[in-house]
Structure formats: C-alpha cells, structure tokens
T-cell receptor, first 116, second 115 residues
Framework: GAGVSQSPSNKVTEKGKDVELRCDPISGHTALYWYRQSLGQGLEFLIYFQGNSAPDKSGLPSDRFSAERTGGSVSTLTIQRTQQEDSAVYLC??????????????FGEGSRLTVL | AQSVTQLGSHVSVSEGALVLLRCNYS??????LFWYVQYPNQGLQLLLKYTSAATLVKGINGFEAEFKKSETSFHLTKPSAHMSDAAEYFC?????????????FGTGTRLKVLA
C-alpha cells in the first residue's frame, strides 16, 4: 500500500492477556517508530528502529513491552499481561531518515487498545 | 536528552484572528524541530520543519514558525485562523548529528476556532 498500515485498528482485551500490534511501513523506509497516544499525554516515544542497527528501546515503559522488526520491514509491538493503564492508541510511523538525510515521519492510523 | 514543552493544552481563537501556539525545546546539540497536525479522526501529518537552514520556516495552510535559539523556542503562527484549522498540533524535536533520529513530541495543543 501507499501508506503506513497498522492492524488491528481496534483491539479490546481483558486485563492480563497478551496483545500484538502490527505495523507495515512504507516500502523503502529505513526508520520505524512506535508511539503511544493517551489523553493529555501527547505522543509518548516507545521504540525506534533504524536500518539494521540495534533499536532504541529507551521509551518502553516496562519489560511487559517489546517490539521487533523482521527483515527491516514489518514490525510487531507486543504487550504482555496487559493492564488497564495500557489502554491508548498505539501509533507507528516510518521515514526515509538515515545518513544525515532527514525525512518526514509518515504515521499510520493507529491501533486503539482497550484493556477491560 | 531532548524534550519539548507546549504551553497550553487548549487554545481558542476567533475566526480571522492570529493563531499562536507555543513550543519550547531542550536539546544538548543543535536541534531539528517540527510541527505536526492531527485533524479530527485522522493521522498526524507534517506541517513544517526546521533543519538548520532559514530560521523562519513556512509550512502548509499558511502556517509558519520561527526558530529562536536564544529563547529555545519554535512557536507556530498563522495570521488569520480558519475554521478548518481546528485540530491538535504537536511540536517535536530531534537532535541533529547525534547519530540518532529519534523524535520527541510534546503533549499537544488542541486549537479551537470560534465562528
């Protein structure tokens, strides 16, 4: 597709369950980002992948959160043992940014997670 | 580490009035600065960016922002607000030359335009 694709668009789960959120970036984009958007919290940085480099995980809020990016393309954000405070919209973005060239971030529509 | 502060989570202006959304940043190296806009029920899109060229940057839809190093600010302005400008606006910073291209966003300012 032409844009960043995220799935599912909506996910309702029970507290304690694991969830996986998927992001398919724009083809050719080397950088991929995950953010969490909550009311009043803005966009909270979670994790950033750049090419084949080790990801910057400095924003992951706890060890229940993890992410991987396979083959430099699709990324999966996994939340284990979900808690109600994990409820938010999870945004993925990709860009061509690399080697000193700054590219625009292109965002997906987001995955809205509700933990009951 | 870089950070961004957006003053005012909600701003209301009358249609035709000046729009001023404030953004202050903190960065240990020369920053790159961005404004993104999120219209209702839509994804975020780039409004404008500063990457060390001209300090006054023009963006889409008549918006512009000025980089002021002495004030560590990157405020967003538009001379005359339009109803279609109602949206949430996010300021973001990234540290140039640090080898990372991580973007840190502010908490956002929701702009309301009154008829």
């Amino acid at each position: 597709g032409a844009g960043v694709s995220q799935s599912p668009s909506n996910k309702v789960t029970e507290k304690g369950k694991d969830v996986e959120l998927r992001c398919d970036p724009i083809s050719g984009h080397t950088a991929l980002y995950w953010y969490r958007q909550s009311l009043g919290q803005g966009l909270e940085f979670l994790i950033y992948f750049q090419g084949n480099s080790a990801p910057d995980k400095s924003g992951l809020p706890s060890d229940r959160f993890s992410a991987e990016r396979t083959g430099g393309s699709v990324s999966t954000l996994t939340i284990q043992r979900t808690q109600q405070e994990d409820s938010a919209v999870y945004l993925c973005a990709s860009s061509r940014t690399s080697g000193g060239v700054w590219g625009e971030l292109f965002f997906g529509e987001g995955s809205r997670l509700t933990v009951l | 580490a870089q950070s961004v502060t957006q003053l005012g989570s909600h701003v209301s202006v009358s249609e035709g009035a000046l729009v001023l959304l404030r953004c202050n940043y903190s960065s240990s190296v020369p920053p790159y600065l961005f404004w993104y806009v999120q219209y209702p029920n839509q994804g975020l899109q780039l409004l404008l960016k500063y990457t060390s060229a001209a300090t006054l940057v023009k963006g889409i839809n008549g918006f512009e922002a000025e980089f002021k190093k002495s004030e560590t600010s990157f405020h967003l302005t538009k001379p005359s607000a339009h109803m279609s400008d109602a949206a949430e606006y996010f300021c973001a910073v990234s540290e140039s030359g640090s080898g990372t291209y991580k973007y840190i966003f502010g908490t956002g300012t929701r702009l309301k335009v009154l008829a």
